[in-house]
């Protein structure tokens, strides 16, 4: 039998370069040679990618198609699949958030393949961000909503088709497990074991912390509504009115960026609050968490998987979150951190100065946060994705 080919469907962004080169994602990159070396290690065979050109690319590297590492196929916008495009596959892997993978079980059939989903959102989350959007009348959202149901019955199909189907966080397993046949939940994040805090930093930053200087809080990621930026600067004015010493460091940027830094600036809140770019994640922002911060402040509104929550807890953070479903469900598993009502930024101020406090309970909370984000790395969160879908393809289990 001849080695499976694994052809993976995904959303990355990739824009198309003078001589045929190419502008991908670097973490994009990194992952998908990630994913070539231990597919052929688990079944000998080869793995092509099909994306679509487009998208921002904040982080991103030029390469020649030889370079990549990977068999890369772009298809200019709006280019709907065929089935020549499956052509070879034993195995399909693709996106359940994306439109345009919603109707491939035919298709994969008729190449002689198998199929797995992966999914991150719910239709819950994606009507949330819709509620969210600033930009949209009441009709738009009303339109915007019937559509987004639509999308989600042809979703649902697609899962019940597929021959399995990879979670990313609790929300998107109880939302589709039922549907699968062969579901797996994992955790996204980036943080490999070796790039996690070490005895010595979590030993320095206990110290730090019962020395009784200025709690050191973190944030990083997008600076949107959606993602609750518009509550950072609340809870920092609701900390300075119950006399708590901190600092905030803000990592990010998006539509909310310019109206805090404005704020920072004419509330003279400089010597407290500083707002950085974006920057690298493993060689700028892991070290300044490892070494410069005490807790990550999360005022994420969605039930999405985000991957901050498990990277700052591989940082040794504890984290202060709102109770969305994904982060609800991490602090019941890990006890690295606390939980507040959603929305509710006194309860979130309450829970930072309750560690500003009691900074033996914020320390012993950062310990269990990464106790669990070591049990749940980059490479063992890979490992049993990529175990599953060598399975799925041979046809054992």
């Known amino acids: 039998m001849p080695s499976p080919w694994l052809l993976m469907i995904a959303p990355a962004p990739v824009q198309l370069l003078p001589g045929g080169r190419l502008r991908l994602d670097v973490k994009f990159v990194e992952g998908m040679r990630l994913h070539v070396a ?21 982080f991103g590297i030029d390469l020649g198609p030889e370079e990549t590492g990977f068999d890369l196929t772009v298809l200019p916008p709006g280019v709907a699949l065929t089935v020549g495009h499956l052509a070879g596959a034993r195995l399909v892997f693709a996106s359940a ?16 393949a198998r199929l797995v989903y992966a999914v991150e959102y719910t239709l819950e989350t994606r009507l949330r961000i819709l509620r969210l959007d600033g ?16 999308q989600e019955r042809r979703r649902r199909a697609a899962i019940r088709a597929a021959d399995g189907l990879q979670a990313n966080g609790w929300p998107a397993e109880a939302a589709y497990r039922r549907l699968s046949r062969d579901c797996l939940m994992y955790l996204d994040g980036r943080m490999r074991r070796a790039a996690m805090a070490d ?4 030993r320095a930053r206990a110290a730090h912390m019962t020395a009784g200087g200025p709690l050191r809080i973190v944030h990083s990621g997008r600076l949107e509504p ?21 600092t905030l460091d803000i990592w990010g940027d998006g539509s909310a960026a310019p109206g805090i830094a404005r704020a ?63 982060w609800r469900a991490l602090q019941a598993a890990s006890g690295g951190g606390r939980v507040v009502p959603m929305g509710d930024v006194a309860a979130l101020a309450d829970a930072v100065a309750g560690y500003a406090a009691r900074r033996d309970r914020l320390a012993a909370d950062a310990e269990a946060a990464l106790r669990y984000a070591q049990e749940h790395d980059f490479e063992t969160e890979f490992s049993a994705r990529m175990s599953q879908l060598a399975r799925i393809a041979i046809g054992s289990g």
């Open 264 to 326: 920072i600036a004419a509330e003279g809140l400089g010597d407290r609050i500083r707002l950085h770019a974006p920057v690298p994640f493993d060689t700028e922002l892991v070290p300044a968490f490892r070494s410069g911060g005490d807790l990550f402040l999360s005022c994420h509104r969605q039930s999405d998987p985000s991957c901050s929550y498990i990277e700052a807890m591989g940082c040794g953070l504890a984290v202060a979150g709102y109770d969305n479903r994904m």
């Open 226 to 246: 959606m993602k609750g930026a518009q509550d950072l600067l609340p809870v920092a004015r609701a900390l300075i009115a119950r006399g708590v010493a901190f």
């Open 135 to 150: 930009t949209r009348s009441g009709l738009r959202k009303l339109r915007s909503a019937l559509w987004l149901l639509g």
């Open 199 to 202: 005895p010595a930093e979590m």
């Open 38 to 58: 231990q597919w052929r290690a688990l079944t000998g065979g080869g793995m092509r990618v099909i994306l679509w050109e487009g998208g921002a690319l904040p």
């Open 97 to 112: 958030d994306m439109d345009q993978t919603l109707d491939l079980a035919p298709m994969v059939r008729a190449a002689g």
